[in-house]
């Protein structure tokens, strides 16, 4: 596993979340929008996949990626944002 494959991981989750997040502000609005909803949903879903890859191949980035096998490795890794990508 290379620092530039989870920079690029940590990149790709940023923009799924952000396009998940926006749609999901545009919907608070138009609830009745399919197209948008659609849209959020297949953000929303590629979200969780690439969490759950991060959370495999790099300790979990989330709570919800938490598991009780984990022992709260992110305490004792570097943090996303300081540079060990």
């Not at 948008?36 to 989330?62: C, D, I, M, W």
Request: charged share 25%; aromatic share 16%.
């Amino acid at each position: 596993m290379s620092k530039m494959e989870k920079k690029n991981l940590l990149f790709y989750i940023d923009a799924v979340s952000f396009a998940a997040l926006d749609a999901s502000l545009y919907l608070d609005t138009h609830p009745d929008d399919a197209e948008a909803l659609e849209f959020f949903h297949h953000f929303n879903k590629a979200r969780q996949q690439a969490l759950h890859e991060y959370s495999v191949r790099f300790g979990p980035l989330t709570l919800n990626e938490a598991s009780h096998d984990d022992t709260w490795k992110w305490a004792t890794q570097p943090w996303p944002w300081e540079g060990d990508c």
